[in-house]
């Protein structure tokens, strides 16, 4: 995959555990356009690459920005651009993609970010602002010095559309949300993201309230971690172009083994979250571990992100 080589050129603390870059290109040209929603990898040496979504005003290619919390169990990556980039500091990042773009039919948006969650949010609130379309944010933070942005949020030009919510329990979230959601207007669109089990939660007032599937959108900034998916059984894999056949034992994934074969697939994220294994599947039912793909295309079964999902059948066969 071609990257694009840049260099840090600002790097703040902008809350609690929060840090913001701003990475510019090393050799002065403008780098990819993007649109809220998107996300580049970092790639940062060792092996590590993390996706962080674009956070910066919106339509800028001089540079782009990314804000990452410091993750207490993180496994390299947030403690990386915490504790060893710097100003000045070189990296290369791929250009930017997005699985969680915005509708353009939307009459009204709300958009719901639960803590990090907000970095996407954000530049679809600031896109929708500049376009004079109705929308509501939610931001749901631990406590106001966990919340980024505040400011701009608080007493910018966007101040009348959002509100900010500091250190709610369980049942104040989904009141505040089982309010916001009823009503939808027909045309409504529904965007959130933040930790798993707030997006759970999200996710179970809007059925409550009758949000058609199609209308809610959802990105997650973690996955789980593919070595940890409770006990699990080999399956064989076959290769339809090959006609290669490929046991995936309990403690390996289907790209870990695609990789011992030297057969090419991309991979970003490994954790189920950004779509760019996803492979389309042939024969036999796959079992989904990602929160990549939605409820509907994971019933449909055709398809499936193989560097975490397994499979319920003795065999898959796999478009590769
Ligand atoms: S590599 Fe990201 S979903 Fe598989």
């Given at each position: 995959?071609?990257?694009?080589?840049?260099?840090?050129?600002?790097?703040?603390?902008?809350?609690?555990?929060?840090?913001?870059?701003?990475?510019?290109?090393?050799?002065?040209?403008?780098?990819?356009?993007?649109?809220?929603?998107?996300?580049?990898?970092?790639?940062?040496?060792?092996?590590?690459?993390?996706?962080?979504?674009?956070?910066?005003?919106?339509?800028?290619?001089?540079?782009?920005?990314?804000?990452?919390?410091?993750?207490?169990?993180?496994?390299?990556?947030?403690?990386?651009?915490?504790?060893?980039?710097?100003?000045?500091?070189?990296?290369?990042?791929?250009?930017?993609?997005?699985?969680?773009?915005?509708?353009a039919n939307a009459g009204h948006t709300l958009l719901v970010a639960g803590g990090i969650g907000i970095t996407p949010i954000i530049s679809m609130a600031r896109a929708l602002g500049a376009k004079q379309q109705?929308?509501?944010?939610?931001y749901f933070s631990r406590s106001d010095r966990h919340a980024a942005f505040r400011d701009e949020l608080e007493a910018g030009p966007l101040q009348a559309s959002c509100r900010l919510l500091f250190g709610l329990?369980?049942?104040?979230?989904?009141?505040?949300?089982?309010?916001?959601?009823?009503?939808?207007?027909?045309?409504?669109?529904?965007?959130?993201?933040?930790?798993?089990?707030?997006?759970?939660?999200?996710?179970?007032?809007?059925?409550?309230?009758?949000?058609?599937?199609?209308?809610?959108?959802?990105?997650?900034?973690?996955?789980?971690?593919?070595?940890?998916?409770?006990?699990?059984?080999?399956?064989?894999?076959?290769?339809?172009?090959?006609?290669?056949?490929?046991?995936?034992?309990?403690?390996?994934?289907?790209?870990?083994?695609?990789?011992?074969?030297?057969?090419?697939?991309?991979?970003?994220?490994?954790?189920?979250v950004c779509g760019t294994c996803v492979t389309r599947v042939l024969d036999g039912v796959p079992e989904h571990h990602d929160c990549f793909l939605t409820a509907q295309e994971q019933r449909q079964g055709d398809?499936?992100?193989?560097?975490?999902?397994?499979?319920?059948?003795?065999?898959?066969?796999?478009?590769?």
């Amino acid at each position: 995959m071609n990257t694009i080589a840049v260099r840090v050129a600002v790097a703040d603390a902008i809350a609690q555990d929060i840090r913001l870059l701003r990475l510019e290109p090393q050799d002065g040209t403008s780098l990819p356009n993007w649109n809220p929603g998107s996300h580049i990898d970092l790639h940062l040496g060792q092996g590590i690459t993390r996706q962080y979504s674009l956070c910066g005003p919106h339509g800028d290619t001089s540079g782009y920005q990314v804000a990452v919390k410091l993750e207490p169990t993180s496994r390299g990556g947030s403690k990386f651009v915490h504790e060893s980039l710097e100003i000045g500091s070189e990296l290369r990042i791929s250009a930017p993609r997005n699985h969680f773009e915005m509708s353009a039919n939307a009459g009204h948006t709300l958009l719901v970010a639960g803590g990090i969650g907000i970095t996407p949010i954000i530049s679809m609130a600031r896109a929708l602002g500049a376009k004079q379309q109705q929308f509501e944010l939610l931001y749901f933070s631990r406590s106001d010095r966990h919340a980024a942005f505040r400011d701009e949020l608080e007493a910018g030009p966007l101040q009348a559309s959002c509100r900010l919510l500091f250190g709610l329990e369980h049942d104040a979230v989904e009141e505040v949300l089982e309010s916001a959601l009823n009503d939808r207007y027909e045309d409504s669109h529904l965007y959130l993201c933040g930790p798993k089990a707030f997006m759970d939660t999200v996710r179970a007032v809007a059925d409550r309230c009758g949000w058609p599937e199609d209308a809610v959108h959802l990105e997650y900034f973690a996955g789980a971690d593919p070595t940890d998916q409770g006990t699990q059984t080999s399956f064989d894999v076959k290769l339809a172009r090959s006609g290669k056949v490929l046991t995936i034992p309990a403690d390996k994934t289907i790209v870990d083994m695609l990789r011992v074969e030297g057969v090419e697939v991309e991979t970003s994220c490994e954790q189920g979250v950004c779509g760019t294994c996803v492979t389309r599947v042939l024969d036999g039912v796959p079992e989904h571990h990602d929160c990549f793909l939605t409820a509907q295309e994971q019933r449909q079964g055709d398809c499936m992100a193989v560097c975490i999902s397994r499979s319920k059948s003795k065999l898959l066969v796999l478009d590769l």
